[in-house]
């Protein structure tokens, strides 16, 4: 089974909903003694279990695995669903602070500021403090001053920390399983989970993950910006769907030994596999003008439910620049099948007439198949693709890869066109 978009956030919500349920069971009284109306402090419990939830569940939802992969329909949906409930996750758990101190306002504003920040005589509740203070640091670095993708990584790492000094104060308040053990069993159970889903990708996934070896055997530059990189397997040939991608990573002097994610677009009968590079930032840059023939490769994959064999007999693709490489893929498939009962329409836009590649197979394509139609759409020339350019599009299946802009217009104009929002498929690897 495959969970949709609505299916996971369901099933997040059920998680936060469940603990709520079990809070109010199991919470028989404030152990907090004040005059002030309860409700700010049962309130400022209820958030923190919310918060706590969602904040364990971003880290399962960060672990790259297959099964991930296949269940959340992509890790491309997976990881926006670990970004999302990291963030939500924080906003709720900044209210448990905010509650408590308005308990005290407008009495003591001193005493109320205190709630925000380690000061507290109890070293539990400072370790919430710590806590919080670490996770707007780490959100701020990642909403406000984005920095760039390698140095946030490395400061994202500390997101862990900040996790198990939250666990601690929630662990550490007095009679905290006497008084709760319903939902001290529940928070303990999503805190091995969120532990180990934290050590496994921090520490053990470059261990236990399969990791395929690959050289770079010829590199072919279509344009001053796209390259064409082809690879040879120097262990088994990697198996894998026409449309998946992997993480790719080059062992060169000079070029970053992160990895970036780069969708195949060979078939899986070549032993080797090509991928396509266009030059957006200092990453791109540096390999276009490094990378050598020769340069070891180390690929973690394949990965992705982008599959044309999952939508009906009448097909809508639409590439814009190098997301033209899954559609490579696809095509070299058609072109060795006789007849395939298919009716595909493929729009691939291109800023400039040196960004349009593959033309030649794909024309090539057009004679053997007459169900199979290329239209190129060059900006330069002739404008944007406009959903409202294409004939019934909701009667077919829409697969989309190409630039976050041109994706998001196109699927918020087909979905006001009448297409149901199952019939549209896309990648999205683009977190800002």
């Not at 997976?78 to 448990?96: M, N």
């Not at 662990?171 to 532990?195: K, M």
């Not at 060979?266 to 090509?274: G, K, P, Q, V």
């Not at 050598?292 to 639409?318: H, M, V």
């Amino acid at each position: 089974m495959v969970l949709s978009k609505k299916r996971a956030l369901l099933a997040t919500l059920s998680a936060v909903f469940f603990g709520i349920v079990l809070w109010y069971f199991s919470f028989p009284t404030t152990g907090i003694k004040h005059n002030f109306q309860p409700l700010l402090v049962y309130g400022s419990q209820v958030v923190s279990v919310a918060g706590y939830t969602l904040f364990s569940l971003s880290f399962v939802f960060s672990v790259r695995h297959k099964v991930l992969d296949r269940l959340f329909g992509g890790l491309d949906k997976l990881y926006h669903l670990h970004h999302s409930t990291g963030k939500l996750a924080f906003f709720v758990l900044l209210i448990h602070p905010l509650l408590l101190a308005l308990r005290w306002i407008p009495e003591n504003n001193e005493k109320a500021l205190t709630y925000f920040l380690p000061l507290h005589q109890k070293p539990e509740i400072d370790l919430g403090s710590w806590s919080l203070l670490g996770l707007t640091l780490l959100i701020l670095l990642t909403i406000v001053i984005k920095l760039p993708y390698d140095r946030w990584k490395v400061t994202h790492k500390f997101m862990g920390l900040f996790y198990v000094l939250g666990i601690m104060h929630v662990f550490y308040i007095d009679s905290f399983f006497e008084q709760n053990t319903l939902l001290a069993v529940y928070l303990l159970l999503l805190s091995v989970l969120g532990v180990l889903a934290f050590l496994y990708m921090s520490i053990f996934y470059g261990i236990l993950s399969k990791k395929h070896h690959f050289e770079v055997k010829e590199i072919t530059r279509h344009s001053s910006r796209i390259m064409e990189i082809s690879l040879v397997p120097q262990d088994t040939p990697l198996e894998f769907i026409p449309g998946q991608f992997c993480f790719f990573r080059f062992k060169q002097k000079g070029i970053s030994r992160e990895s970036h994610p780069y969708t195949i677009c060979s078939t899986s009968s070549n032993s080797s596999i090509e991928i396509l590079v266009k030059d957006l930032g200092d990453y791109t840059t540096k390999l276009h003008s490094l990378l050598k023939t020769g340069t070891p490769a180390i690929l973690d994959g394949p990965y992705g439910c982008f599959n044309f064999r999952q939508g009906s007999e009448k097909q809508i693709w639409i590439a814009g620049g190098v997301g033209i490489a899954p559609f490579i893929s696809w095509a070299a498939v058609l072109n060795s099948a006789e007849n395939t009962g298919l009716e595909i329409d493929l729009y691939y836009c291109f800023k400039n007439k040196n960004d349009g590649l593959f033309h030649v197979e794909f024309q090539k394509l057009e004679k053997k198949h007459k169900n199979f139609r290329i239209h190129r759409i060059c900006s330069e020339e002739s404008g944007h693709l406009k959903a409202s350019d294409i004939q019934q599009p909701e009667k077919k299946s829409i697969f989309i890869c190409g630039p976050k802009n041109l994706r998001q217009t196109l699927v918020k104009d087909f979905r006001t066109l009448g297409t149901p929002a199952k019939n549209i498929h896309f990648e999205d690897f683009d977190f800002s």
